[in-house]
């Protein structure tokens, strides 16, 4: 059983910065690709991010191209992602997820408990 934990979320104010961390522990985290995802009350989980096991692909929506970066530290058993230019709409609770599947896939089995991130205007 993986259990994963975010932490980096906060308040900032529009086109600042912000950098998540997510900790693994429990599993094979070098063999899972890694996901950030996002959910405001009242809507859809939306997809944020995606990382290969090996690092060597990744993928984003397209509302957060340009802006955020998705990586992982192996050794570490962390993900990150770091987040700039951000934007009230980029507001909401962020949760890390991890898969034994492709990014293709969409499939992710572990999720974390979520960090707040809020964008004052």
């Known amino acids: 059983q993986v259990q994963l934990l975010e932490s980096g979320g906060g308040l900032v104010q529009a086109g600042g910065s912000l950098r998540l961390s997510c900790v693994a522990s429990?599993?094979?985290?070098?063999?899972?690709?890694m996901a950030w995802f996002r959910q405001d009350p009242g809507k859809v989980r939306e997809f944020v991010a995606a990382?290969?096991?090996?690092?060597?692909?990744?993928y984003y929506a397209d509302s957060v191209k340009g802006r955020f970066t998705i990586s992982r530290d192996n050794a570490k058993n962390t993900v990150y992602l770091q987040m700039n230019s951000l934007k009230a709409e980029d507001a909401a609770v962020y949760f890390c997820?991890?898969?034994?599947?492709?990014?293709?896939?969409?499939?992710?089995?572990?999720w974390g408990q979520g960090t707040q991130v809020t964008v004052s205007s």
């Open positions: 429990g599993g094979a985290f070098s063999s899972y690709t």
């Open positions: 997820a991890a898969g034994g599947y492709t990014i293709a896939t969409m499939r992710y089995d572990y």
């Open positions: 990382i290969s096991a090996s690092a060597g692909d990744t």
